[in-house]
Structure formats: C-alpha cells, structure tokens
C-alpha cells in the first residue's frame, strides 16, 4: 500500500520544473564555490574546500527541499485536494508517510549529486589553476565519498524538519523561512572542524539529525489531524 501512494505522489508531482531548478542550482554552486569562495577565500586544502562545498550544497537543497514539500502537502491544503486523499480508505500517517519518503530521497540525492559535481569541478579547475597544492590520495577520496553520503543523509533528515513549522499556519513562507534557519544552523554543527575531522563523532551527528527530522515529521504529521 505504502509503495503504491509513493508512486501516485509521483506521478501528481510535476517533477519537470523541479529537475531543470536543480540543474540550474548546480551550476550556480559549481560557479559560485571555484570562482568565487575557493580563490577569495584563500581555500589551500581539500579538507576546507570539501567542507565548503558540502555548506552550499546542503543550505541550497534543504531550502529547496521545502519548496517541494509546500507543492506536496501545504500547496493540497490551500487547494483543498487533501480532502480528496483522506477520502481513500488508507490511513492518514500512511499518506503522509508516502510524501515525506519521496521529499527525504530527494533531498538525500540532490545534496549527494550537487557535491559530487562541485568536488568534481573543483579538482578539474585546480588542475588548471592551482589553488591547492596538497596532494590528493585515494584514500582521501574514498574517506571524502563517505561523508558525502553521511552528510546527505543528515540533510535528508533536516530537510523533514520544516513539515512542524509549516503546519501552524500551512504557509509556503513559514516552510521556507524555518528551512533557512535549521540548514545554517545545521551546517554549523555538522559541518565545523572538530565534528568533521572526528568520523564517529560525525556519525552521531548525522544521526542526530536524522532522529529530530522523524521525529519533527511526526509532530507535523499529528498536528494536521487536530
């Protein structure tokens, strides 16, 4: 039951628009982050530059994230096409259970695919310009490749966060404005230097984040049924 109202929201969804922002968006980051945040910033380790890509990439697409979870759910209240949904004989958790999977996915492979194409730009324009001179080992990549999937799962949890918020008022600005602030604040503490460098420490953090998204998730979730 579960699998086939993920497949109907996926089908409602007009995910067009929504995959030709994010290409747009990676670019954006690509430009912004080799151009403009390595060379101003004077980034001389990968370890700087990695961490900066993962900031940009997970502040963008846990604010993006919301856009796509007021056209899901709040975007069906202010139309009054929710009321179509809760007429089926499924419960109410389940549906909303459906639309937060896909809006998690999402979130979690936008974030993993944006920072592989900006650490990608960023190794291909250094070759040329030489911004870091550290070397880069196989090692450091595969170790790199780990908290990028780490790090998309913390965003992915983050990014379920706002549903709370934006069930107060079932507003498109209160999803937006509250992503803002928790994927800052979550960058803060995820991605500073002590947190980083220590992996285990990550994964609690990562962990963290996941385990507050649910569960902010559910209380939006319960919320909607008063």
């Known amino acids: 039951m579960l699998w086939k109202l ?3 929201e996926i089908k409602k969804t007009k995910w067009r628009g929504m995959l030709l922002s ?3 968006l990676n670019v954006m980051l690509v ?3 080799v151009f403009n945040d ?3 910033n004077d980034i001389q380790s990968y370890d700087r530059s990695f961490l900066s890509t993962m900031n940009y990439a997970g502040i963008a697409y846990i604010i993006f994230s919301s856009v ?4 899901m759910i709040i975007d069906e209240y ?3 096409t929710i009321t179509l949904l809760f007429a089926y004989p499924v419960p109410r958790n389940l549906i909303f259970l459906a639309k937060l999977i896909i809006i998690a996915v999402w979130t979690f492979l936008t974030v993993l695919i944006a920072n592989s194409m900006v650490d990608a730009a960023i190794l291909l324009a250094n070759s040329h310009y ?3 001179t550290e070397t880069l080992t196989k090692d450091r990549l595969y170790e790199e490749a780990v908290h990028m999937i780490i790090f998309a799962l913390a965003a992915a949890g983050t990014s379920l966060v706002p549903l709370f918020f934006g069930m107060l008022r079932k507003t498109m600005p209160a999803l937006i404005v509250s992503a803002f602030i928790l994927s800052n604040c979550t960058m803060i503490i995820v991605n500073n230097d002590v947190i980083h460098t220590n992996f285990n420490t990550y994964i609690v953090a990562a962990g963290i984040c996941l385990f507050i998204g649910s569960l902010m998730a559910y209380a939006g979730v ?3 049924q008063l």
């Open 68 to 71: 796509l979870m007021s056209r």
């Open 130 to 132: 030489h911004y870091i």
């Open 22 to 24: 994010a290409v747009m």
């Open 222 to 224: 319960r919320r909607s």
């Open 6 to 8: 993920i497949k109907l």
């Open 78 to 80: 202010r139309n009054k």
């Open 31 to 33: 430009l912004w982050v």
């Open 38 to 40: 390595i060379p101003n």
